[in-house]
């Protein structure tokens, strides 16, 4: 899937763009028009830093918990300490998975925090722009279709940011 953001001065210009490429033979998958009374950048995943670490967490999380529970399973068995062993020998393995259990979640967050997006930089740039008082375009294709840069470059936009290629 190719992703761009076009960056235009105007709410018009916005809307004409929008318009033509919705026109288009093979129309973009997806067209969001993003500015004051439009939609909200927060709520748009590829704009967004923080939906991204999150998504990458909880992904992280689906298989670093049950492997964690499962390694403070193995840990226990192994090594045979006596830590809780008032719980007898049925109860010391289960806390030790829980307590693996609790550390792959914990590192889920640390694994999902500690990978930069390469993208960031780019997002502040249109963060930014948008915050002066510009519009912005969000424009993905499906995998197999070129994004339609004639089409984006005669628009007069001010910049066209590509975040994503096919």
Known sequence: MATCVVVLADRRQLHKLRDRLGGLTTPPSRLVAIGEQEQNIDTIAALTPAIGRRQRQRSMARWLIPFGFLA????????????????????????????????????SFAAAASVASESDDQIRILRNRLAEGNWLLLVETAADVELPWTTLQQSGARAVVRLADA
Do not use: K, N, R, Y
């Open 72 to 107: 403070g399973v193995t840990f226990t068995q192994i090594t045979d300490l006596q830590t809780f062993a008032f719980l007898g020998p049925w109860g010391e393995p289960v806390v030790g998975g829980l307590l693996g259990l609790g550390s792959g979640w914990m590192g």
